[in-house]
T-cell receptor
Framework: KAGVTQTPRYLIKTRGQQVTLSCSPI?????VSWYQQTPGQGLQFLFE???????NKGNFPGRFSGRQFSNSRSEMNVSTLELGDSALYLC??????????????FGPGTRLTVL | AQTVTQSQPEMSVQEAETVTLSCTYD???????LFWYKQPPSRQMILVIR??????QNATENRFSVNFQKAAKSFSLKISDSQLGDAAMYFC?????????????FGKGTRLSVIA
């Protein structure tokens, strides 16, 4: 079974631009979570989607948004990019089939550099 | 809010030796899950081991085992017979067990070097 895939792997943008990152979960997984990883702040939770609905959201400004499609693929969008948005963005998927938290499996990440 | 602390920013171990990475966490919940993830230079986060808080038995996965001390809120990872491929950042993570949509809370990580 294929793992979590993320595209693109690398991205360079300038301040003020917007960017869209894509994540395809493991087949059959219905939950997709996004995390931001930076050297200073470590790994921080952005949001989680399940059945096309945002179920949980971290403490990030409204410039960060996401969505999930009917095939469970997810996108996250960052508008009006700032230098501090430079980070590795990780996507994780899980089955979310029951009431207990499933193990999250991560993709390779998208490295975003904002100049 | 739950927090996860990894007090060792860097560790090193000789090949074939054993190393233990420390992790403590703070929570008022009784139902939760703990994880160790490995992140090699390729940046792909890989699950190493998972522990359910309600299970008293420590989880093991081949050369990897944990020492879960619930009362002390401690969750250390032991790597036996260390191999060069074990060199990576290791992250301890916590997840609340009350519902399926709680996010992972990560520690800052421990960078493990393996010396040949």
């Amino acid at each position: 079974k294929a793992g979590v895939t993320q595209t693109p792997r690398y991205l360079i943008k300038t301040r003020g631009q917007q960017v869209t990152l894509s994540c395809s979960p493991i087949s059959g997984h219905r939950s997709v979570s996004w995390y931001q990883q930076t050297p200073g702040q470590g790994l921080q939770f952005l949001f989680e989607y399940f059945s096309e609905t945002q179920r949980n959201k971290g403490n990030f400004p409204g410039r960060f948004s996401g969505r999930q499609f009917s095939n469970s693929r997810s996108e996250m969008n960052v508008s009006t990019l700032e230098l501090g948005d430079s980070a590795l963005y990780l996507c994780a998927s899980s089955l979310a089939s029951g009431g207990n938290p499933d193990t999250q499996y991560f993709g390779p990440g998208t490295r975003l550099t904002v100049l | 809010a739950q927090t996860v602390t990894q007090s060792q920013p860097e560790m090193s171990v000789q090949e074939a030796e054993t190393v233990t990475l420390s992790c403590t966490y703070d929570t008022s919940e009784s139902d939760y899950y703990l994880f160790w993830y490995k992140q090699p230079p390729s940046r792909q986060m890989i699950l190493v081991i998972r522990q359910e808080a309600y299970k008293q038995q420590n989880a093991t996965e081949n050369r990897f085992s944990v020492n879960f001390q619930k009362a002390a809120k401690s969750f250390s990872l032991k790597i036996s017979d260390s191999q060069l491929g074990d060199a990576a950042m290791y992250f301890c993570a916590y997840r609340n067990g009350h519902s399926g949509n709680t996010p992972l809370v990560f520690g800052k990580g421990t960078r493990l070097s393996v010396i040949a």
